[in-house]
């Protein structure tokens, strides 16, 4: 039950980044930072995809400033997607 929760803030987290430039950025980075912690959690349990994670935080930190470039934002926005998807199917 736990992973499912993890996945479904995990396709929040990728509608926040592709809505990045309307809403207000605390909601941005509040995302961004559950990214960062889980990213940075699961990264010292040894999980290596993690560190993706850690960079989509980075970037959506940096959307949440309003620097934003489409093709980042679409790549960071389907693996999230992808990642939430895998965690609420399984």
Wanted: glycine share 6%; charged share 10%.
């Amino acid at each position: 039950m736990f992973i499912k929760l993890l996945g479904i803030l995990d396709l929040l987290a990728a509608l926040v980044l592709l809505l990045s430039v309307i809403l207000p950025s605390t909601i941005v980075m509040t995302l961004a930072v559950y990214l960062l912690i889980k990213g940075g959690i699961f990264l010292l349990a040894g999980d290596k995809v993690s560190s993706a994670d850690v960079a989509v935080a980075a970037y959506m930190m940096l959307a949440a400033m309003d620097w934003t470039n489409a093709v980042l934002t679409t790549i960071a926005s389907l693996f999230l997607i992808q990642k939430g998807m895998f965690s609420i199917l399984n």
